[in-house]
């Protein structure tokens, strides 16, 4: 969904939401992942305040659909931030190639205000997804330390089964922030918005103990940056046995990103349920 429907459409976000619910998501994340307050004001129209204030609601419209549908279990609400490269619309949040010239004061204030607004508006954790590069997760994770009783994932793009978008290998950079004083306020790390058969093999590289995932990749195909479009001919249905082995690592949050439906989850929250995870 498009961050903008929270100013033009929040009832359309509401009736997503509740999909989602119904279909037995644990977790839902704010409709954010593409918003910043120089985008609010830039595309909507709206001064700082009021795009500050247009972050918060992202939270309030996600828990005004987990108490109308008065679901039993505990739904809780992640706060979407995604990389600075989703703001230069060029697909850039694949390569994170920015970050080799971007000042990191400049990403620094980017980021903080969207976090800040999620924080302040109540949000039950902060999902730091899609993020191309150690350096712009670090700078994240600085602003994290921020709010110390703000729990937090971390969940990087991956070009391959090894390698960050960037280019750093996911097992150093989840050695990086597993195995330090971040560790205290992250409650899983790991990679979203990649073809599942890439899962297994970044899993399998990681030799850092006691490591608690999360993964939630595209509900079919792979991005094709020179067509601006997804390449449907290499559809993967993520099986039990999928579910299974990276339980067994360690996966611990497990969902959908792009093209991710609400049948599709249904049938994720089904082989979950099967499996007893």
């Not at 060029?90 to 400049?106: M, P, R």
């Not at 082995?245 to 349920?273: H, M, P, Q, V, Y």
């Amino acid at each position: 969904m498009g961050s903008h429907l929270l100013l033009n459409n929040e009832d359309a976000v509401i009736r997503g939401y509740k999909d989602y619910i119904r279909a037995g998501a644990d977790f839902l994340t704010t409709v954010t992942y593409q918003a910043s307050i120089g985008g609010f004001q830039k595309y909507l129209d709206l001064d700082y305040d009021q795009s500050f204030e247009l972050i918060k609601k992202s939270v309030i419209i996600c828990r005004q659909a987990i108490t109308e549908e008065n679901v039993e279990r505990n739904i809780q609400i992640m706060g979407s931030v995604g990389p600075y490269g989703v703001s230069l619309r060029d697909c850039s949040e694949y390569d994170g190639n920015y970050i080799d010239t971007i000042n990191l004061k400049k990403l620094y204030d980017w980021h903080k205000p969207r976090i800040q607004a999620l924080v302040k508006a109540g949000v039950d954790i902060m999902l730091f997804e899609t993020i191309p590069s150690v350096i712009e997760a670090s700078v994240l994770l600085s602003i994290l330390i921020e709010f110390p009783n703000k729990k937090a994932c971390l969940s990087f793009s991956c070009k391959d089964g090894n390698h960050l978008s960037h280019g750093e290998t996911f097992s150093s950079a989840v050695e990086m922030f597993w195995s330090n004083d971040y560790h205290k306020q992250l409650i899983a790390i790991g990679m979203n918005c990649l073809h599942p058969k890439f899962i297994t093999p970044l899993l399998m590289s990681v030799k850092t103990k006691n490591v608690n995932f999360i993964t939630y990749p595209n509900g079919g195909g792979i991005w094709d940056i020179a067509n601006n479009c997804y390449d449907d001919t290499q559809i993967y249905k993520v099986s039990k046995d999928d579910l299974n082995t990276w339980n067994k690592k360690g996966l611990k949050i497990f969902g959908g990103c792009c093209k991710t439906d609400a049948i599709e989850i249904a049938r994720l929250r089904s082989l979950i349920d099967d499996l007893h995870l």
